[in-house]
């Protein structure tokens, strides 16, 4: 009996039913908006959205973002419209997409800030599920410091699982010491799923300025550079957690999404690449399946974990 | 907005560190608009990862081709100086908000002032707004003779005023120099101003020609991620900030944006 190309790619991540595995991730696709001019986003296995806070943020001054060999630093600086335009507009236009599952990235100053936002995009018809972003390397207040310490991240999650009405995942940094410990705290403060890795610190000096190149000195390092990091995190953290991980950092193939799957991950968020081609995703999902052929794999769900697993 | 594979026609020095780079393609139909840029993948790998934002200069569209100037500045622009005829060139576009000539009269006097490499995308406007019946006059500044370029081209379209900074080539001093009565640029001489080139020379403008009520349009570059508005690494104030959004993106609200409407900090 063959499997239907449909559920060859389809995962349940969490609860959340995805057709296939890929999601462009926060920070990387705005509101979806620009990418629906070049291909209808009901293609996608899922949407991570721009993260999130209560009040509109005006983010960092430019130059916001600097190219390193294989990747990208920014730091944009989490510039968001804010809670009610996000609800008014946002997800609204979203909705459109009926077969397209929501992942809004929740982001916050304070802790109230995270329950505010949680608790009402969570009822948003479309929301299926919400990623806690406790990693933005790029703000002041708020984002990373909630993602360094076990203890801190262990009760935010607590917190905003009392007010969700959707699965949360926590997206991890990578920037820590023993990333397991964090993972394992959020995990058993009730956290359904991990997304890993958020962005690496990172700097650039401009060699006429004598200073950095982004305004902000630090940024945030994406792209295929950090790709072998991420892998080695999830390979790790998902020996330890028995929730679901979503894998990103520096994903640009459909050999990329499957290394992320034997690394131990159970959907991937795709991000940078979607700047150098705005087609990536489906370019991706079209691909997986030939390649899931080319090594003899049924779906891409038995992956999960292959490159542990005895 | 579309993405397509153009074939490099030529790529040729024309100034020092300055190429002309010709591609031919289905894409160049829809560059219509003068002052929208292209982005560009400089080689196939992930170094250089992200693509390059550069100006279109000028287009055939009977023949498909589209003309850019660059300065191989930096990795990207160095990758792109390597390309020979024949081979593919990944690029984006066209993209963004170029130059406003709707509204453009035949009879009026139109200066069109350039700084170094911010000069290629007024050779396509003025080409644009001479088939319009409109009179334009070049003001266009480098660092030295040795980087002028475009300077035959456009006198074909219009009277030409050069500047360099050391004064080997044309007037010596900055493009406003020549906006004076002694050339016959005074303010009164003309209807609009369209420009582009570094951040001081557009603040420049801005700041004597807003103040004065005269119409104006600038084109602003950044460094930019994915230049389709996703991502607003390239974002910038609004003067006034009203009902709306605070801030406009260069990628996708711009390039060009009417004097006023920005800050030019």
């Given at each position: 009996m063959t499997?239907?190309?449909k ?5 349940n ?10 999601m ?14 070049f291909?209808?986003l009901n293609?996608l296995?899922a949407v991570?959205?721009?993260?999130t ?8 001054p430019?130059?916001r973002?600097a190219?390193t060999?294989?990747g990208m630093?920014n730091?944009i ?14 997800l609204?236009?979203?909705g459109?997409f009926d077969q397209l599952?929501v ?7 304070v802790t109230?800030?995270y329950i505010?936002v949680?608790?009402?995009v969570?009822?948003?018809p479309?929301?299926a ?5 406790i990693s933005c390397?790029?703000?002041?207040c708020?984002g990373?410091t ?5 203890k801190i991240?262990?009760?935010?999650t607590?917190e905003i ?7 949360v995942?926590?997206?991890l940094?990578p ?9 394992k ?7 359904d799923?991990l ?6 610190l990172?700097?650039?000096i401009?060699l006429k ?10 940024g945030g390092l ?7 990091v991420?892998i ?13 991980i ?7 193939s ?10 131990g991950?159970s ?12 087609l990536?995703?489906p370019?991706i999902i079209?691909?997986l399946?030939t390649?899931?052929?080319q090594?003899g794999?049924q ?10 697993k005895? | ?5 153009l074939?490099?026609i030529?790529?040729?020095s024309?100034?020092?560190r ?24 400089c080689?196939?790998?992930?170094d250089p ?8 200069c ?5 023949r ?22 024949g081979?593919?060139?990944d ?9 406003p000539?709707e509204?453009?009269?035949a ?6 002032v350039?700084g170094?490499i911010?000069?290629p995308?007024l050779y ?7 088939k ?8 266009i ?9 475009l ?7 219009g009277?030409v005023?050069?500047?360099?900074i ?10 406003t ?7 016959g ?8 101003l369209y420009?582009?080139?570094p951040?001081p020379m557009?603040?420049a ?5 807003q103040?004065a009520?005269?119409e ?7 460094r ?6 996703a991502?607003?690494a390239c974002?910038?104030s609004?003067?006034e900030?009203?009902e709306g ?8 609200d711009g390039?060009v944006?009417?004097?006023?409407e920005?800050?030019?900090?």
């Amino acid at each position: 009996m063959t499997i239907s190309a449909k559920d060859r790619l389809a995962v349940n991540l969490a609860g959340i039913k995805m057709k296939n595995p890929v999601m462009p991730a926060s920070g990387c696709f705005g509101f979806g908006r620009e990418y629906a001019q070049f291909y209808d986003l009901n293609k996608l296995g899922a949407v991570a959205v721009k993260a999130t806070t209560v009040e509109e943020r005006q983010g960092n001054p430019t130059p916001r973002v600097a190219e390193t060999p294989g990747g990208m630093l920014n730091a944009i600086g989490l510039q968001n419209p804010g809670l009610d335009d996000v609800m008014a507009y946002e997800l609204p236009w979203l909705g459109k997409f009926d077969q397209l599952p929501v992942i809004v990235n929740v982001a916050g100053t304070v802790t109230d800030d995270y329950i505010k936002v949680a608790e009402r995009v969570s009822e948003a018809p479309n929301v299926a599920g919400i990623e806690l972003n406790i990693s933005c390397p790029n703000v002041k207040c708020g984002g990373i410091t909630f993602g360094t310490d076990p203890k801190i991240a262990g009760q935010l999650t607590e917190e905003i699982k009392k007010v969700s009405k959707v699965p949360v995942f926590v997206k991890l940094s990578p920037n820590v010491t023993d990333v397991v410990a964090i993972a394992k705290a959020v995990e058993t403060a009730g956290a359904d799923g991990l997304s890993m890795i958020n962005t690496l610190l990172g700097m650039r000096i401009d060699l006429k300025t004598r200073r950095p190149i982004l305004a902000n000195g630090t940024g945030g390092l994406s792209g295929p550079a950090i790709k072998p990091v991420a892998i080695r995190m999830i390979y790790e953290v998902s020996q330890q957690v028995k929730i679901p991980i979503i894998g990103m950092g520096g994903i640009q193939s459909a050999d990329d999404v499957i290394e992320f799957f034997m690394a131990g991950a159970s959907a991937v968020a795709v991000g940078t690449a979607n700047f150098v081609d705005p087609l990536i995703c489906p370019t991706i999902i079209d691909e997986l399946e030939t390649r899931l052929d080319q090594y003899g794999v049924q779906t891409i769900g038995e992956l999960t974990g292959a490159g542990w697993k005895r | 907005m579309n993405k397509g594979v153009l074939n490099v026609i030529s790529n040729l020095s024309i100034a020092e560190r300055i190429f002309r780079l010709e591609v031919e393609g289905e894409l160049v139909g829809c560059m219509t608009q003068p002052g929208q840029f292209v982005h560009v993948k400089c080689g196939t790998g992930i170094d250089p990862l992200l693509r390059r934002p550069i100006s279109i200069c000028d287009v055939d569209i009977e023949r498909r081709r589209m003309t850019m100037i660059y300065r191989a500045e930096g990795h990207g622009t160095h990758v792109l100086s390597q390309y020979v005829p024949g081979q593919p060139l990944d690029i984006l576009g066209p993209l963004g908000e170029g130059f406003p000539i709707e509204g453009r009269k035949a009879g009026e006097h139109v200066l069109l002032v350039g700084g170094g490499i911010g000069v290629p995308p007024l050779y396509y406007l003025g080409k644009e707004l001479k088939k319009r019946g409109v009179r334009v006059t070049f003001v266009i500044g480098f660092g030295t003779a040795s980087q002028v370029f475009l300077e035959q081209e456009l006198a074909e379209l219009g009277a030409v005023h050069i500047v360099t900074i050391d004064g080997t080539a044309g007037v010596k001093g900055l493009v406003t120099d020549v906006l004076t009565e002694a050339y016959g640029l005074a303010m009164s001489e003309w209807d609009a101003l369209y420009s582009c080139g570094p951040l001081p020379m557009l603040r420049a403008l801005q700041d004597t020609y807003q103040a004065a009520g005269k119409e104006g349009y600038i084109s602003l570059e950044q460094r930019m991620g994915c230049g389709i508005g996703a991502c607003l690494a390239c974002v910038c104030s609004v003067q006034e900030p009203g009902e709306g959004k605070k801030y406009r993106k260069i990628c996708s609200d711009g390039p060009v944006f009417a004097f006023g409407e920005v800050q030019l900090v």
